[in-house]
Nanobody, 119 residues
């Protein structure tokens, strides 16, 4: 069974920084995509950034230049470095892991970590 555990959320002032981490455990197909999604109150969950096992990245326009996604495949760990945080970045941030195998799409979520940007 695959599990994802996020950490690193918290309260930060506008302009501040945070680094989120997500540790994966279990049987994971080596070719996969990991990503960060977020969901603010009253809004749909949206993609923040994603990275393939080969290192290709994709960012939402709203975070380009401020957020950096990275991963350590040996440690099965995903990171999100966030700088110049804005109040509109406030949301629950979820870690996602997915791959397509012989049995079809496998899609896993973490429990989420709260990020609050406020003065």
């Amino acid at each position: 069974q695959v599990q994802l555990v996020e950490s690193g959320g918290g309260l930060v002032q506008p302009g501040g920084s945070l680094k989120l981490s997500c540790v994966a455990s279990g049987s994971i197909f080596r070719v996969n995509t990991m990503g960060w999604y977020r969901q603010a109150p009253g809004k749909e969950r949206e993609l923040v950034a994603e990275i393939t096992s080969g290192g290709s990245t994709n960012y939402a326009d709203s975070v380009k230049g401020r957020f950096t996604i990275s991963r350590d495949n040996a440690k099965k760990t995903l990171y999100l470095q966030m700088i110049n945080l804005k109040p509109e970045d406030t949301a629950v941030y979820y870690c996602n892991l997915k791959w397509t195998g012989v049995l079809g799409l496998k899609n896993y979520w973490g429990q989420g970590t709260q990020v609050t940007v406020s003065s």
